[in-house]
Nanobody, 114 residues
Framework: QVQVVESGGRLVQAGGSLRLSCAASGRTSSSRTMAWYRQAPGKQRELVAAISNSGVTNYADAVKGRFIISRVNARNTLYLQMNSLTPEDTADYYC????????WGRGTQVTVSS
């Protein structure tokens, strides 16, 4: 069973940057496509970015050109570099496989102030 622990979220001003980290563990986690999702208050959880085990990436239109997803398979770690943050990026961020596992970690909270 794959387990994940997200970290790195905090309060940041608009225009700032953050890097989120996700430590994954469990069988075959390094062979799976991994992704970051987010859920803003009152909204459904959405896919932000994904990366295959070979490094192929894709991004939601809302974050293209601002966010960069990466992974270090040897460390079973997933990252999300977030630049040029706006208040619309305020959300709880989660990492998971893609498609998701059907269960979620605690997430990490990102708040962007205007």
């Amino acid at each position: 069973q794959v387990q994940v622990v997200e970290s790195g979220g905090r309060l940041v001003q608009a225009g700032g940057s953050l890097r989120l980290s996700c430590a994954a563990s469990g069988r075959t986690s390094s062979s799976r496509t991994m992704a970051w999702y987010r859920q803003a208050p009152g909204k459904q959880r959405e896919l932000v970015a994904a990366i295959s085990n070979s490094g192929v990436t894709n991004y939601a239109d809302a974050v293209k050109g601002r966010f960069i997803i990466s992974r270090v398979n040897a460390r079973n770690t997933l990252y999300l570099q977030m630049n040029s943050l706006t208040p619309e990026d305020t959300a709880d961020y989660y990492c998971n496989t893609q498609p998701n596992l059907g269960y979620w970690g605690r997430g990490t909270q990102v708040t962007v102030s205007s």
